[in-house]
């Protein structure tokens, strides 16, 4: 049987359309080619830790001791992760220390400072809000104070 040419043709056209057709949706990748090489170090914009706070720390005498004094100016610094530093000036005497929140808690904390003459400040406290606190604060001889932090 001869087949003619024109109806061979016409075989090979649609054939060759229909592949066509079937490997439209295909994606060619090249062989041979390397892997892209990821740079060796890569530096990663790092966000700011918390930036500390510094509130005024006003003592007012509670007792009769600490009335010679009257009333005390100090400040807390908060470094944002539980502890802060302290200081007070009560008469001739620089105090400085550290305040730090009690364990499993968000809001009670306690502060201590060593006096440049040889005292010490022992203060207990509650932050009511982020910025503000009451407690007290009781010198080793004595005079006691109730504190007051924050604006």
């Not at 600490?66 to 539980?82: C, K, L």
């Not at 809001?107 to 932050?127: E, H, I």
């Not at 009511?128 to 407690?135: E, F, R, V």
């Amino acid at each position: 049987m001869n087949i003619p040419r024109s109806v061979t043709f016409v075989r090979l056209t649609l054939a060759a359309a229909l592949a066509g057709t079937v490997l439209s949706g295909c994606y060619v990748v090249p062989l041979g080619q390397p892997a892209p090489v990821a740079p060796s170090q890569q530096s990663y914009a790092v966000a700011p830790g918390p930036v500390s706070q510094t509130f005024s720390a006003r003592l007012y005498p509670s007792n009769a001791e600490a009335a010679r004094y009257g009333a005390v100016g100090g400040t807390v610094t908060n470094d944002m992760n539980g502890r802060g530093h302290f200081n007070a000036q009560i008469g001739a005497e620089q105090f400085q220390g550290e305040a730090t929140r009690v364990a499993g808690s968000r809001t009670a904390g306690v502060a201590n400072a060593t006096g440049s003459r040889g005292g010490n400040l022992s203060c207990q406290y509650t932050m009511n809000s982020a910025t503000l606190g009451s407690g007290q604060c009781v010198l080793n001889n004595g005079p006691a104070f109730t504190m007051h932090i924050g604006s």
